[in-house]
């Protein structure tokens, strides 16, 4: 599988954030963050927005269906997002057929017209199959995919790890697809590695900058890292940050975890082996004293 990939321009100061440098292109969207994340499961507003801040996303998912823009405190989750600093990415999770999905899609597009928001244009697409698995349906995916590229929306679709329909998504003019590490809020981090591998190659075959973007099961920095390290383009995450003992800590360590995870790919790790290699040199050591 062809590695080429952007790398950071080595002529900048030193110190420049490495997101700085590598930018993430999904559609018409450029993100300075590898990182998307989720607003929901939070035990406040106030605690979402400061670990929101504080992972260095600039693209936050809003679920349309299941949010409530004004709960039962009167409170608007609205009031505690910077619609100015992040760019919304509306989801259709909890839909469970094409219409459906399509119908929550249209209505995030409305919302984020409203809100004079850069995210009206696009949907992270879920379609579900079941409510104990989460995992998507794949026919009813695919049928939402095309409806919605058919009525101009940019498509970002959540899927299994199944390489051919990630394939058959991408054909259908996803400008992302986003293949589960692992089932929904699972925290099981990245279940079937050579999947992910697959996935990409078919992917990024005659297209190297076709953004993949893992979705779903990572439950700390170490996953983002090792999804990174197999050569995605960014990780979407929500669970991990907001259910983990202290949000605003794992929002600073999932930061760093993408971030060493995307230049460790760049810079290409050394080859596994059975045996040791010294690392100094064997030539022009001090020879052994004669007996």
Same mark, same amino acid.
């Given at each position: 599988m062809s590695t080429s990939m952007h790398v950071p321009d080595s002529r900048l100061p030193e110190g420049d954030p490495p997101r700085a440098r590598d930018f993430l292109q999904i559609g018409t969207h450029r993100l300075a963050s590898r990182l998307i994340v989720g607003t929901g499961k939070y035990s406040s507003y106030e605690l979402m927005g400061e670990a929101l801040a504080l992972s260095g996303t600039d693209c936050i998912t809003v679920a349309v269906r299941r949010e409530r823009l004004i709960d039962s405190r009167g409170e608007n989750i609205l009031d505690f997002i910077d619609t100015n600093r992040y760019t919304l990415l509306p989801n259709?999770?909890?839909?469970?057929?094409?219409?459906?999905?399509?119908?929550?899609?249209?209505?995030?597009? !409305? $919302?984020?017209?409203?809100?004079?928001?850069?995210?009206?244009?696009?949907?992270?697409?879920?379609?579900?199959?079941?409510?104990?698995?989460?995992?998507?349906?794949?026919?009813?995916?695919?049928?939402?995919?095309?409806?919605?590229?058919? !009525?101009?929306?940019?498509?970002?679709?959540?899927?299994?790890?199944?390489?051919?329909?990630?394939?058959?998504?991408?054909?259908?003019?996803?400008?992302?697809?986003?293949?589960?590490?692992?089932?929904?809020?699972?925290?099981?981090? $990245?279940?079937?590695?050579?999947?992910?591998?697959?996935?990409?190659?078919?992917?990024?075959?005659?297209?190297?900058?076709?953004?993949? $973007?893992?979705?779903?099961?990572?439950?700390?920095?170490?996953?983002?890292?090792?999804?990174? !390290?197999?050569?995605?383009?960014?990780?979407?995450?929500?669970?991990?940050?907001?259910?983990?003992?202290?949000?605003?800590?794992?929002?600073?360590?999932?930061?760093?975890? $993408?971030?060493?995870?995307?230049?460790a790919y760049l810079a290409g790790r050394i080859p596994k082996k059975l045996y040791a290699t010294a690392s100094s040199p064997e030539t022009g050591t001090i020879a052994p004293k004669p007996r």
């Open positions: 259709t999770a909890g839909c469970f057929s094409a219409e459906d999905a399509v119908r929550v899609a249209r209505l995030g597009r !409305e $919302i984020l017209l409203s809100l004079e928001n850069p995210g009206a244009d696009w949907v992270k697409l879920e379609v579900l199959g079941d409510t104990k698995t989460l995992l998507p349906d794949p026919i009813a995916t695919l049928q939402a995919t095309e409806l919605l590229v058919a !009525e101009g929306f940019q498509v970002l679709c959540y899927t299994s790890d199944d390489p051919m329909a990630a394939k058959r998504l991408k054909q259908a003019g996803a400008v992302s697809v986003m293949p589960a590490g692992s089932p929904i809020g699972s925290g099981q981090g $990245i279940l079937n590695p050579n999947n992910i591998r697959i996935c990409l190659e078919y992917l990024k075959d005659g297209d190297p900058n076709y953004p993949v $973007i893992v979705d779903a099961g990572v439950g700390t920095a170490s996953d983002v890292t090792i999804a990174m !390290e197999l050569g995605v383009d960014g990780v979407l995450l929500n669970t991990g940050i907001a259910h983990a003992a202290d949000p605003v800590q794992m929002a600073l360590a999932m930061k760093a975890g $993408i971030e060493a995870g995307r230049l």
